[in-house]
Nanobody, 121 residues
């Protein structure tokens, strides 16, 4: 069974940095695309970064130039480097991926459980 687990969240001061990791486990044939979302209570979930199997990346305007998404193919993880963090970046960050499990003929969508990031003095 494929699972996604986020790590690296926590409390950081404004202007600081954090790196989130999304680790995929289970029998995986291919990871097609990985996305990072964030969720603030009372607001819609926001897609902030995407990385494709090809390595191409996209970012929301709110994080462009401050966040960087990357893949570690050997470890089957995707990292989100977050720099110059602002209080408005405070949210639960969720990893989402389209993965083809071993033996499957099509991809399925998976979610991690989410991890809290708090930016505060």
């Amino acid at each position: 069974q494929v699972q996604l687990v986020e790590s690296g969240g926590g409390l950081v001061q404004p202007g600081g940095s954090l790196t989130l990791s999304c680790a995929a486990s289970g029998k995986i044939q291919a990871t097609i695309v990985v996305r990072w979302y964030r969720r603030v209570p009372g607001e819609q979930r926001q897609l902030i970064a995407t990385i494709h199997l090809s390595g191409s990346t996209t970012y929301s305007d709110s994080v462009k130039g401050r966040f960087a998404i990357s893949r570690d193919y050997a470890k089957n993880t995707v990292n989100l480097q977050m720099n110059n963090l602002k209080p408005e970046d405070t949210a639960v960050y969720l990893c989402n991926a389209d993965i083809v499990p071993t033996g499957a003929i099509r991809q399925s969508n998976y979610w991690g459980q989410g991890i809290q990031v708090t930016v505060s003095p």
